[in-house]
């Protein structure tokens, strides 16, 4: 029988029998922390938010690892940034900076990965409109998070006109590419399977 880590596509690229599982797995929520805190780093400058690869990693990590080792990936990059290491968009860190305006996307990256993991897991990874449709759900879930605290912070209307409406474009793109990045490692996995 298999489980449900064993339909991922990490899990299909780079199997581990169970007494090799837990470096593999740690090796993973490493890796995918530091893709994390890399994505941040590449930004566009924007007031209260600003625009990075972020949710783009927060999209592909959840699909290639499945709901566990996503959300892990990512509680990790959190806790990472709330100790106080430089692995947010901002040249600060700790829990100040987690209270501040993008603490809501913060925690919808966590909520995302699991969601985006678990459909993953059950082969909305395999076909696009799925796996677009799920990349579309997991940057609603970023949104609606980021939205509710910045809402709390300087109202709904500045919210929306601040903090989401000047992403629309750039989250359509990235929605896109996670998407394409996703699917064509797939197709890979289904080219070498049939040479």
Known sequence: MTDALDATL???LWPARRSARLARDAALVLGGALALALSAKVQVPFY??????????VL???????????AAAVALYLVEGLLGAPVFAGAVA????????????????????????????R???????????????GHVVIFAFGFAWLAALIGADKAFALGVAPFALATLVKTLLAT????????GVARLRNA
């Not at 209260?48 to 990693?57: D, K």
């Not at 900076?97 to 993991?117: D, K, N, R, S």
């Open 10 to 12: 990490v899990s299909t």
């Open 48 to 57: 209260p938010v600003p625009m990075t690869l972020q949710t783009l990693a």
């Open 60 to 70: 592909a990590i959840g699909a290639a690892y499945g709901a566990r080792l996503g």
């Open 94 to 121: 700790g829990p100040a900076y987690m209270a501040g305006p993008t603490g809501g996307y913060l925690v919808g990256f966590l909520v995302a990965a699991a969601l985006i993991g678990a459909l993953a897991e």
């Open 123 to 137: 082969g909305w990874d395999r076909s696009w409109p799925r796996l677009l449709a799920a990349m579309t759900i």
């Open 180 to 187: 394409a990045l996703v699917g064509a490692a797939w197709g």
